[in-house]
């Protein structure tokens, strides 16, 4: 009976160290850069968007020079950063080949969280505007972190108080997904949006949101590049996809979501 038992605890150690093996063998590595359009309180912008565009950290390096020689091929040179505000006529081309090289790379994915902040009442739910953003880039990450998983979190430098934002995010963000050791969120800092290409889609692709949003901006270039991504997507990007939308995920936040 005793060697019966044996031969059982062995089999069991055995299925879990296999499964424990499963789990690393299929583990990604993913970096996540991030990105953020009239965020603040007071700042007269209707609509806030948080984006993300999130990729194998092994293939960042590929993705960043296939950005590079688009750039070349259009006469950019491959420092010029892409930005949403410099989309014009004359760069229309550049940018639609940007557009559909994004969705060309099945390596590469989009998340965006949009706010109508008409519809905010912080003393409704006692909090500040600060609390709010960081549940708004709760809503934002913890929709593409999986715990078999582990992620770099890369956010454009946006003033003087980026540090301190950076810490409290990731505070909330561990304490919410029970990441306390930091074996899921490995880092998160703040980098220069002109030296990473793939960090550069995210402006492009939020603000694209953000024009959508806003009737009164006028650019025929920019509805352009709009349309384009409407097209390629198959959405009308007017309204929140599946929630498990791989490609082009968007989140339309409203006040009775009550968060």
């Known amino acids: 009976m005793d060697s019966g038992r ?31 359009s009239n965020h ?10 948080l984006g993300s565009v999130y990729v194998p950290k092994d293939r960042v390096i590929m993705a960043n020079l296939r950005i590079k020689e688009i750039k070349q091929k259009h006469g950019i040179k491959p420092n010029t950063e892409i930005k949403w505000t410099k989309v014009s006529p004359n760069k229309l081309p550049f940018y639609l080949d940007i557009i559909d090289y994004f969705f060309d790379n099945d390596d590469l994915h989009f998340r965006a969280v949009v706010i109508d902040k008409n519809e905010l009442d912080h ?5 500040t505007h600060d609390q709010f953003y960081y549940k708004m880039y709760f809503e934002l990450l913890s929709k593409i972190l999986d715990p078999q998983n582990k992620y770099s979190v890369y956010l454009d430098i946006k003033d003087t108080r980026g540090q301190e934002k950076i810490a409290k995010l990731k505070e909330v963000l561990r304490n919410s997904i029970y990441d306390f050791d930091g074996d899921i969120i490995k880092i998160i800092q703040q980098v220069r949006s ?12 939020i603000g694209a949101v ?17 349309d384009r991504i409407k097209q390629r997507s198959g959405y009308d990007l007017s309204r929140s996809t599946l929630v498990k939308e791989p490609k082009t995920n968007l989140f339309y936040w409203k006040g009775r979501d009550a968060v």
Do not use: W
Request: net charge positive.
């Open 40 to 49: 603040l309180e007071h700042d007269k912008a209707p609509v806030m968007v």
């Open 194 to 205: 002109h030296e990473i290409q793939v960090l550069q889609l995210t402006d492009l692709l």
């Open 6 to 36: 044996k031969r059982s605890d062995r089999r069991k150690l055995t299925y879990f160290k296999s499964r424990k093996n499963d789990r690393i063998s299929f583990m990604i590595e993913y970096n996540i850069y991030c990105d953020e």
């Open 210 to 226: 953000q024009f959508l949003n806003n009737p009164s901006t006028k650019s025929l270039a920019k509805k352009s590049v709009v």
């Open 123 to 127: 003393g409704k739910f006692k909090q």
